[in-house]
């Protein structure tokens, strides 16, 4: 089996990484790299292809009008590729289409080609196109503008783990990291927690000072030591530091405690 393969990413890095661990793997034979929308359609349209390694986020024309242009009865088969682990995990926990979340994992991308290898060889690539489909719309359902990610995905090492947001009870930062703390364990996000904060329904989670968010939900009693500090209590019994920011947060959306 030799499979004609284009990558399309815009970050060399990332298409760097991929042609690196595509090499290993005899039956993939790389065609054409693409950086943007316009080069995977000139890619698409001129040559035969028959896998494509799709980044959802690109400049000029992203992954979903690539597809909207070609039409999906002439898509090859696609593995999208994200850096938002969060839309990858809504779009695709309940489809059988495969996503590899940056940076990818040597172990991951051979699933994700044993996979393909599999369809193919069952001549299941029209089942694979209507998937392309219906993940495509969950995808643009979680990166609409008015949603929040419902799951995020937390690696460690070869395992990853979806955690649920409404199960989290608070968020620690951990230098270029932060930690989840979800019933008693701790899982770790590649992801400052500014970046986060954003992410997050702020009717559901509050920053109480530069280092914690907690999920109000699990807010028990808000402790006042002074002006300027404090601490809540959550439903866990852990404690978490509160500033004064955080306390005014908290009051706004309490009312006057």
Known sequence: MSLRTVIADDEPLARERLRFLLKSDRDIEIVAECRNGSQVLTALKTRQIELLFLDIQMPGRDGFEVIEEIGLPNMPMTVFVTAHNEYAVEAFEVHALDYLVKPIERERLEQALARVKKRIRLEEAFAARE??????????????????????????????SVISVTDIEWIEAADYYVCLHVG????????????????????????????????IEHVREIHRDGRTEGWVLLSTGERVRLNKTGWQKLIAMNGTL
Do not use: C, M, W
């Open 184 to 215: 008693g364990k701790k899982h770790l996000l590649r992801e400052s927690i500014r970046a986060l904060e954003a992410k997050l329904n702020p009717n559901k989670f509050v920053r109480l000072h530069r280092s914690a968010i907690v999920n």
């Open 131 to 160: 998937e392309i489909s219906s993940a495509l719309e969950a995808l643009r359902s979680a990166a609409g503008r008015d949603s929040y990610p419902q799951r995020f995905l937390a690696k460690s090492g070869n395992t990853g």
